[in-house]
């Protein structure tokens, strides 16, 4: 493709697409807030938790509106935040460590996913309890006029550590809380082989003589990570934050900074809440039959950084003496891994949960594209072939269109001594130059914007791919060959992208210069895609050797073609 028009035409869309991108961060249209779904007059209504709330106030049913709203735990240094005795559970994906404080999961390790690819064995840990990077998944009861084990509640364990066993599919994790007043509970989490979705279950019997009434919850709990730093990090350029998805009113994010001005409330069947960051998230799936009041809060944190929380708080449950109910959700803590989100989705736990892959507007494009490359990886095994892949498959199927640009840039290269004496000859009357240059055009069937068609389809793939790589865990640290270990991150030595600028001037030897240009600008023009071809020094290693991989197969391509219309001008000329 011509160099001059391809990188002017990719250098404004980078540059719309970042305006667009901050015009929707800052001034863009805010999803509006959720209403209450229906329900019938005898149904309890939900109170929203107040912000700052570290545990949330139950729900007050209508029959008993009197009765007073359970106060949120105090925080700071009291008995119910004293250290707890902690369970060690393995799976073949997970290290998790559970507290019997309210059976909170406070550390998440994931066993397939090293914190950094240039040393090994210390896997990627999603929760953790430290006070800086702390990040915890919480759950529990809350109840107006009885006992109830909220996420501080002391719980008693069997022993002190599981292991998924060789052969085994399944592992359970039961937890026991109990009162005085015959209320028992038993939290239960239930993991599977190869899975990173835990079901969480909490058992509640009613063995006392009057009814007990209350509501669970669910909810996520962390301080922001310390900003990524350097220009070529791509952790700077991913979002990190909240989610939240429901079928009314589709995913949306909520930055950290964004908590106090735009909380989170509304309420909803089928929805979920999460927790966001480069390539790993966590979220609560609750029962998608229940309608659950969600709401977010920044959580005030003595001596440390401010928490920010989002919740499901249920409906209000009622249990009679001698009775019992279960409750059941869905805790998902690992990688934004597609064909994992997929299955929990025909499996009919959640909806769109792969969306947390964030590829923002391109989505449409990106999310095929993924998949093409999966496919393309499953044969052969190397994430950069299957992107050199993907450059010739794509080659293929715009060659036509291809060979067509090139053969009209080749005959407007041909054409150039001519439109130069066209120049010269109507010297400053533009009007008269433009209808004899239109004409020299038709006479010679020259489409000068011809070429473009190319160009434009290139430029959504080219970002797709970017926020393909970018986003996508499947190629995090994924190698290609030589120095190249992780085409997610920039050429270390910078090779591809001398090689990609090489390309780029070489190519512009054969871009014809319009007519219209006098010397300086004509030099200008030729030295703009070399210039523009410096960005590749800080994106993902394998985009810039899907651009290289291309720009040289365009080159190759158009030199053939020059070569081929040359010979044919020189057998005409005998």
Known sequence: MPTTRSLLFMALAFVLLFMWQAWEQDYGPKPA??????????APTVATPAPGADVPAASTSNAATSAPATPAVPEGATAANAPAPTITVTTDVLRLTISTRGGTIERADLLDYQADAAQKGTPVRLFDDAPATYYVAQSGLVSNAGAAPDHQALFQADKTAYTLGTGADTLEVPL???DASGVKVTKTYIFKRGSYLIEARQDIANGGAT???????RQLQRVAPPAATGFNNPERYAFVGAAWYSPEHKFNKLAFDKFTKEPLSGTYAGGWTAMLQHYFFSAWIPDKGETDTYSSAVVDAANAAPRYLVRALSPSISIAPGQAHTLDAH?????????????????????NLALTADYGMLTPIAQPMHWFLLQLHALVRNWGLAIILLVLLLKLVMFKASEAQFRSAAKMKKLAPRLQALKERYGDDKQKLSAATMELYQKEKINPLGGCLPTLIQIPVFFALYYVLLESVELRHAPFFGWI????????YYILPIINMAIMAGTTL????????DATQQKMMKFMPIAFSVLFFVFPAGLVLYYAVNGGLGLLQQWVINHRMQAADEKAAR
Do not use: C, E, R
């Open 33 to 42: 807030p959720a209403q209450s779904a229906a329900t019938s007059t005898t």
């Open 176 to 178: 026991a809380w109990s």
């Open 211 to 217: 009814t007990w009434s209350g509501n669970a919850y």
């Open 331 to 351: 805790l998902y803590v690992g990688p934004t891994l597609l064909s994992q989100l997929d299955a929990i989705a025909k499996a009919g736990i959640a909806q």
């Open 485 to 492: 270990q992780n085409l997610s991150a920039p050429d270390p």
């Open 510 to 517: 054969f871009t014809p210069q319009s007519p219209g240009m």
